[in-house]
């Protein structure tokens, strides 16, 4: 709430934090021909430390319905939904551990601490996916609960773009039941993770860098994953027409 009371501030009146009030949304803002809808999946996974009381949309079932509303009365318009976890990944949060995890596993408490632990370091990637699932795994079962509420409620009218963050790392997966296009884009800073290609990867690469999605005069939709320096436009995808993926530089 103090971030949201900041970002109003900032940019002048309200309504520019989504979801507002602290509250799970989800919030939405129709935009031309587009309609963003932002859900806080936090309280998917934190649910008993967060005071919903007072929120329009109280519980998980309050959410989904208001959620399968906003998609069914989105008309022709393009819907992308936002939150910060996503319903796919393959990167740490998924499971998925490369050999320095292995083999360093103190880097995790500092990038720079490259102590050798052959073997017993295994124990930690082995640890984390098996016995120790933090609520932010994927493997967790708060965590599987919600992506098969929220993908349950996509489906109803599945968006274009269901858009996260949270795992190190530059994602765009084709989706499968919730939405047609699975981005994880969150690699701004240099705090790279492990990364790995799943059967519904497009594109998959650990360096710093955003997406972007342009829509043009006649509805046509572009993907762009832009990497620094200098602002190079790595991948690009257009997302409901014929011209399919168009990779400008060579794809990792």
Request: charged share 15%; net charge negative; glycine share 10%.
């Amino acid at each position: 709430m103090r971030q949201e009371a900041f970002i109003n501030r900032a940019l002048g009146g309200g309504g520019h934090f989504l979801p507002e009030d602290g509250c799970p949304g989800p919030g939405w803002v129709d935009v031309g021909d587009v309609r963003i809808i932002a859900i806080d999946t936090m309280f998917w996974l934190y649910m008993h430390h967060m005071d919903t009381t007072d929120c329009p949309y109280p519980d998980q079932g309050a959410v989904t319905d208001q959620l399968e509303y906003l998609l069914a009365s989105s008309g022709d318009r393009h819907v992308i939904v936002v939150g910060h976890h996503p319903l796919a990944t393959h990167g740490t949060y998924g499971g998925f551990y490369d050999w320095k995890d292995h083999l360093f596993p103190s880097t995790h408490l500092a990038k720079w601490l490259y102590v050798p632990t052959p073997l017993v370091g295994s124990l930690y990637p082995l640890l984390r996916s098996r016995f120790i699932k933090s609520e932010q795994s994927l493997g967790s079962q708060p965590y599987q609960h919600m992506i098969e509420q929220l993908t349950n409620a996509l489906a109803t009218h599945p968006p274009l773009i269901y858009a996260a963050g949270h795992d190190h790392g530059l994602q765009v997966l084709k989706g499968r039941r919730g939405a047609s296009y699975l981005l994880v884009s969150a690699l701004g800073l240099d705090k790279a993770a492990a990364l790995s290609h799943g059967g519904d990867t497009l594109f998959a690469h650990l360096q710093p860098g955003f997406m972007a999605v342009d829509i043009t005069h006649d509805r046509r939709v572009l993907l762009r994953v832009i990497e620094p320096p200098p602002n190079n436009t790595v991948f690009q995808l257009w997302l409901n027409s014929d011209a399919s993926v168009s990779p400008v530089a060579d794809s990792p």
